[in-house]
């Protein structure tokens, strides 16, 4: 895990290898005052990511943080947060934090079984709907929303239309399998064309490595083809009555084999099956059915 500056004073937190709860966040400085885009699962690694703040901006205020979506790898860290600093997320995202169960102790869905550290639940101060602007000294951050459901309900953007950095959150995912069980398969590739609309010259993906503009597109394709792929294959299941795991069983990932995590797979089917079907997906059943096509829990390093 590393801060990289994008920009002079614009500062993105990769953890590699960005697989199971390893995330990227954001540090926006203005003068001595800084924004956060998102904190980390643990409070371990939050506490480092927090480390690296204070000395990348000279021990800045945090004064405020976006949370752009509700999974705790982006928002578990919260807590750790000064009293002070103000927290912005989607109302859908607050309400989903809210009734969050996995803070509370995580289900043996992964190995090893990811142990947060002394966090706990604290959620968005100010809720946002559409967009909001934010300014942090001279800097203005406009967070955005991009207008319906693509990797949760309730997903935020930030982005720096003077430095001409996007913080996408999780809705991209560089170099390993996108997951939008909570949100929309169709959703997640519409929200792709919104985000090149920004035009952006560096993009900070929710995991994975970060994005200059010459690598916007070809990984932005590459995304849309596996989308499009857990379309097809949910077409394919129903119109043969099979379930999301039987689907997923008969896939061919092709060029997607290597993703790690390929076991999203799964959860992504149940989603195209639910948006087909005009339900909901069950987060529980959704992620056992991909412990049982993958033969035993999920990896994470957490």
Partial sequence: MSLHEVVPGVHAWVQADGTWWLNNAGVVAGGDQVLLVDTCATEARTRRFLAAVHDATAGGTVRLAVNTHLHGDHTYGNSLLPAATVIVGHELMREGLRVDPVIDGCPPLWQPVPDWGAVTRRLPDITVQDRLTVHIGQRRVDVVHPGGPAHTTGDLVAWLPEERVLFAGDLVFNGLTPLVFMGSVTGAIAALDWLASFGPDHLVP??????????????????RRYLRLVLDTADAG????LTPLEAARGCDLGEFAGWADAE??????????????????????????AVAWLGGPMATSV
């Avoid at 129903?238 to 009555?241: D, K, P, Q």
């Avoid at 999203?264 to 059915?289: C, E, F, K, M």
């Fill in 206 to 223: 929710g995991h994975g490595p970060l994005l200059t503009a010459a690598d916007i597109d070809p990984v932005f394709d590459r995304i």
């Fill in 238 to 241: 129903m119109r043969a009555g």
């Fill in 264 to 289: 999203r797979l799964v959860p992504n089917l149940h989603r195209a099956y639910a948006d087909s079907r005009g339900t909901d997906v069950d987060p529980v059943a959704a992620l056992t059915d």
